[in-house]
């Protein structure tokens, strides 16, 4: 019975390691039949606690996106720091990623575990086009970091001169 069981955690040690692998490489077929024949896959987790919606934002694969999200995965889920595919989005700067999920119904204004927010990640890591679309879908620009400072903050700060004007008018 043990070693049935030891079998049973082994193979689906080994379908969910082929899935993550599947939705990094953007492989849509493999990750299509996977999710067919394992449903379940769904609500799993890697090693570092991402969903699948995340992991596939975070590496760019848009039609696995989609996929995803048709399939019926919560949009906001997040892992296990707090983050949400679309903060992930922002984080790399995948304007089309970020698009597809606030089209699905992504939080603009969500807070990862430590307080941050979508705009504070896309002005923090520099991605201007990014910003501009999280403010034109209602960002919160006063939303405030850990540190007390909003998105204009972090803008005047880092420089960002085409970005401070924006971020003015919606305060």
């Known amino acids: 019975m043990f070693l049935l069981f030891l079998n049973y955690c082994i193979f689906t040690s080994m379908e969910i390691s082929d899935f993550f692998n599947s939705i990094r490489e953007g492989n849509l077929e493999r990750t299509a039949a996977l999710l067919e024949a394992h449903p379940e896959l769904l609500t799993s987790r890697d090693q570092r606690g991402s969903t699948p919606l995340i992991l596939a934002g975070y590496y760019n694969q848009g ?9 019926g995965v919560p949009v906001d889920e997040k892992d296990s720091s707090g983050n949400t595919a679309l903060m992930g989005a922002c984080f790399k ?9 606030i089209d699905a119904g992504a939080n603009v204004n969500a807070r990862n575990g430590m307080g941050g927010t979508c705009l504070i990640f896309a002005i923090t890591f520099n991605r201007e086009p990014m910003a501009r679309l999280l403010v034109e879908k209602g960002a919160r620009v006063d939303a405030k970091d850990p540190g ?11 420089g960002l001169h085409s970005l401070i004007p924006i971020l003015e008018a919606q305060s």
């Open 63 to 71: 039609e696995v996106v989609r996929l995803l999200l048709e399939k």
């Open 93 to 101: 700067g995948y304007t089309g990623i970020a698009e597809i999920l």
């Open 148 to 158: 007390g400072k909003t998105a204009l903050d972090h803008a005047k700060s880092q």
